[in-house]
């Protein structure tokens, strides 16, 4: 009998993990003939990574204000603007079948109980405080005391038990702490759950790259003229991402010229001009809820320069100089190791330029990779994480320079690249890793 997958497929022709391999992406669609993404295993699956965090952690529940956390353990979606904004939660008690959802009243409560039946009824209306004045103090003891009948009910010792809290605001840890709530950091057990990714997760995430692929293409190929203006770009993007069914685009951020030095993280009505480079960076939510995240820098109506070709290679050098490193058993030193010296080293701190990152339901979800305190605190890199990776060339004087960035899987030999837009031939092919980033695709292209 053949061996099955991790997804029940046999693994005689694959030869590798379905969610594994870069070029066998499922449909965004259901069907009868298909396995497809398992939308129920993947509920499941999330689920039960956060239980098992609470068991390491020894938390004997986590109440939760953080979207992508409410998202990741009751599987409900109601629109980005609700996240983080303190008017839903959610509070998983250890034993406990499923989370009970606090859900903002009225027609967004109603929707959760039809469109959640897996939460079996446990949706109830939550308690928003935030915004009311002077009856701030009335209404978050209020939303306290939901939470603490959850507790109660399923017999969790909420004064003598550890309860762990994932973001706080000040009202709300004054309002439990006075009802002898005894509050714990659940930070790091949500995290620790959702760097490593399920199967299901991945194939997600491999269908956002797919999209963002598309992007890339039509921006090379179709939409990138002199003439026009960066926020053109973006709204094109924008409009490609919304009909392939994205969630939410989160930012699409385009710099042209001399917005690329220094580098300015968002868009303007800058026209753009022949020989320009033109930096485009993709975060947006996919159709099954998760990010991609992702930096091609392009040259417009114009041969590259012999310096702009350098720094092109300077930064796909580097960026692929720390991707390799994204093997398990490695750490994240490995990765930090190999990004240049930059503001992170001079300042002690993330400039989000030389580094990489967790993706996921979040743009920014869990491990954070930087030479500003990876080289010092090592964290150990672990099958099924799944990062963004990405660098910069920074250099004070240059009239417009590079980046680049690649979403990578940590495949069980090694990082396996998500991300399929080509780079630019002639900046690369004399690279020492271009074949390594062709390999890592799936793709060895000389051989």
Same mark, same amino acid.
């Given at each position: 009998?053949?061996?099955?997958?991790?997804?029940?497929?046999p693994l005689d022709f694959?030869?590798?993990?379905?969610?594994?391999?870069?070029?066998?992406?499922?449909?965004?669609?259901?069907?009868?003939?298909?396995?497809?993404?398992?939308?129920?295993?993947?509920?499941?699956?999330?689920?039960?990574?956060?239980?098992?965090?609470?068991?390491?952690?020894?938390?004997?529940?986590?109440?939760?204000?953080?979207?992508?956390?409410?998202?990741?353990?009751?599987?409900?979606?109601?629109?980005?603007?609700?996240?983080?904004?303190?008017?839903?939660?959610?509070?998983?008690?250890?034993?406990?079948?499923?989370?009970?959802?606090?859900?903002?009243?009225g027609s967004d409560l109603?929707?959760?109980?039809?469109?959640?039946?897996?939460?079996?009824?446990?949706?109830?209306?939550?308690?928003?405080?935030?915004?009311?004045?002077?009856?701030?103090?009335?209404?978050?003891?209020?939303?306290?005391?939901?939470?603490?009948?959850?507790?109660?009910?399923?017999?969790?010792?909420?004064?003598?038990?550890?309860?762990?809290?994932?973001?706080?605001?000040?009202?709300?840890?004054?309002?439990?702490?006075?009802?002898?709530?005894?509050?714990?950091?659940?930070?790091?057990?949500?995290?620790?759950?959702?760097?490593?990714?399920?199967?299901?997760?991945?194939?997600?995430?491999?269908?956002?790259?797919?999209?963002?692929?598309?992007?890339?293409?039509?921006?090379?190929?179709?939409?990138?003229?002199?003439?026009?203006?960066?926020?053109?770009?973006?709204?094109?993007?924008?409009?490609?991402?919304?009909?392939?069914?994205?969630?939410?685009?989160?930012?699409?951020?385009?710099?042209?010229?001399?917005?690329?030095?220094?580098?300015?993280?968002?868009?303007?009505?800058?026209?753009?001009?022949?020989?320009?480079?033109?930096?485009?960076?993709?975060?947006?939510?996919?159709?099954?809820?998760?990010?991609?995240?992702?930096?091609?820098?392009?040259?417009?109506?114009?041969?590259? /320069?012999? @310096?702009?070709? &350098?720094?092109?290679?300077? =930064? !796909?050098?580097?960026?692929?100089? +720390?991707?390799?490193? #994204?093997?398990?058993?490695? /750490?994240? @030193?490995?990765? &930090?190791?190999?990004?240049? =010296? !930059?503001?992170?080293?001079?300042? +002690?701190?993330?400039? #989000?330029?030389?580094?990489?990152?967790?993706?996921?339901?979040?743009?920014?979800?869990?491990?954070?990779?930087?030479?500003?305190?990876?080289?010092?605190?090592?964290?150990?890199?672990?099958?099924?994480?799944?990062?963004?990776?990405?660098?910069?060339?920074?250099?004070?004087?240059?009239?417009?320079?590079?980046?680049?960035?690649?979403?990578v899987l940590v495949g069980?030999?090694?990082?396996?690249?998500?991300?399929?837009?080509?780079?630019?031939?002639?900046?690369?092919?004399?690279?020492?890793?271009?074949?390594?980033?062709?390999?890592?695709?799936?793709?060895?292209?000389?051989?």
């Amino acid at each position: 009998m053949a061996q099955l997958s991790k997804q029940g497929m046999p693994l005689d022709f694959l030869q590798r993990e379905h969610y594994q391999s870069p070029r066998r992406v499922f449909s965004q669609t259901g069907s009868d003939w298909q396995r497809r993404v398992d939308f129920d295993r993947m509920r499941k699956d999330r689920l039960d990574r956060a239980k098992a965090m609470m068991e390491k952690h020894n938390l004997d529940a986590i109440v939760m204000f953080k979207g992508e956390n409410i998202r990741y353990t009751c599987s409900v979606f109601q629109g980005n603007w609700k996240n983080n904004i303190f008017i839903r939660y959610a509070v998983l008690c250890r034993g406990a079948k499923t989370p009970v959802l606090f859900e903002t009243a009225g027609s967004d409560l109603e929707c959760a109980r039809i469109d959640a039946p897996w939460l079996e009824g446990n949706i109830r209306p939550a308690i928003t405080w935030k915004w009311s004045e002077t009856a701030e103090q009335m209404m978050v003891n209020r939303m306290a005391d939901s939470v603490i009948d959850v507790l109660k009910e399923q017999k969790v010792d909420y004064q003598k038990g550890r309860i762990g809290i994932d973001i706080m605001d000040i009202q709300a840890f004054n309002a439990f702490t006075e009802k002898g709530v005894n509050l714990v950091n659940a930070w790091g057990a949500m995290s620790e759950a959702r760097v490593v990714k399920t199967p299901e997760e991945i194939e997600c995430l491999k269908i956002s790259s797919t999209i963002g692929d598309t992007c890339m293409w039509m921006i090379r190929n179709e939409w990138l003229k002199p003439g026009v203006r960066e926020c053109d770009i973006t709204a094109a993007v924008n409009d490609l991402l919304y009909r392939e069914g994205f969630d939410f685009v989160y930012d699409i951020i385009v710099a042209s010229g001399g917005n690329t030095s220094p580098y300015r993280r968002w868009h303007t009505d800058k026209m753009i001009r022949s020989g320009d480079l033109v930096i485009v960076d993709i975060n947006a939510i996919g159709p099954g809820g998760y990010f991609v995240d992702y930096v091609r820098c392009f040259k417009c109506a114009g041969e590259w /320069t012999k @310096r702009e070709k &350098a720094l092109y290679r300077e =930064v !796909y050098d580097s960026m692929y100089a +720390g991707l390799a490193e #994204l093997k398990p058993g490695k /750490t994240t @030193r490995d990765v &930090a190791s190999k990004f240049p =010296v !930059y503001a992170d080293d001079k300042y +002690g701190t993330v400039t #989000l330029q030389q580094f990489a990152h967790s993706i996921g339901l979040d743009l920014y979800e869990g491990m954070w990779i930087s030479r500003a305190y990876s080289l010092d605190y090592p964290v150990e890199i672990k099958e099924n994480m799944y990062f963004a990776i990405e660098t910069f060339a920074g250099h004070p004087g240059l009239p417009q320079t590079v980046r680049l960035e690649e979403n990578v899987l940590v495949g069980p030999d090694g990082p396996i690249i998500f991300t399929g837009m080509a780079h630019y031939d002639e900046c690369i092919k004399d690279s020492p890793y271009y074949d390594f980033s062709n390999k890592s695709r799936g793709e060895a292209r000389n051989e």
